[in-house]
T-cell receptor, first 111, second 115 residues
């Protein structure tokens, strides 16, 4: 089945640093999504990407949909302590609601 | 607008038992999807229900089943529980139209522990 490889698995950074994480797939996706999950909560959508090559920002977050449709990255600029959590990429192939998730990147921010 | 509600939040069962989990979607949402989250396998899609019909299904054994009621509330059932079924079960609701950009809103999950 489809699988998403997400890296890095974890990051421990200093407050104020920029962060970059990415996802690659062996199959194409028609939509890429980035979620954040905090302890005791379900994932929350951060950014959705719908077109190959698309670059989208949401505050300090920027994500891109790779032109091959097999990869995506998420950047977080000037990290703050509340950025702590697990970030997941997810791909959607068809217009149904089935998502394929990456393994997650655990982000820890040192004040 | 109230968010997605899942009950119970925590559950402990023993091998061989069965369990039923419940999900109430956001008001007006007609699609409910279920996901299993484990440290080893990550987040995996179980199935999706829309208008009381299963619309999509992931790669899980038949012990995992679900249903949706006319008010869009959904239940999932796991029969003959195995130790490996211990996981966080997440429910996600969306408007349900078949299109890209159908944002799914996740509930807090039910933590199932199988002893």
């Amino acid at each position: 089945g489809q699988q998403l490889n997400q890296s890095p698995q974890s990051m421990f950074i200093q407050e104020g640093e920029d962060v970059s994480m990415n996802c690659t797939s062996s199959s194409i996706f028609n939509t890429w999504l980035w979620y954040k999950q905090e302890p005791g909560e379900g994932p929350v959508l951060l950014i959705a990407l719908y077109k190959a090559g698309e670059l989208t920002s949401n505050g300090r977050l920027t994500a891109q949909f790779g032109i091959t449709r097999k990869d995506s990255f998420l950047n977080i600029s000037a990290s703050i302590p509340s950025d702590v959590g697990i970030y997941f990429c997810a791909g959607q192939f068809n217009a149904g609601n089935m998502l394929t998730f990456g393994g997650g990147t655990r982000l820890m921010v040192k004040p | 607008k109230a968010g997605v509600t899942q009950t119970p939040r925590y559950l402990i069962k023993t091998r061989g038992q069965q369990v039923t989990l419940s999900c109430s979607p956001i008001s007006g949402h007609r699609s409910v999807s279920w996901y299993q989250q484990t440290p080893g396998q990550g987040l995996q899609f179980l199935f999706e229900y829309f208008s009381e019909t299963q619309r999509n299904k992931g790669n899980f054994p038949g012990r995992f089943s679900g249903r949706q009621f006319s008010n869009s509330r959904s239940e999932m059932n796991v029969s003959t529980l195995e130790l490996g079924d211990s996981a966080l079960y997440l429910c996600a609701s969306s408007e349900g139209r078949l299109r890209f950009g159908n944002e799914q809103f996740f509930g807090p999950g039910t933590r199932l522990t199988v002893l």
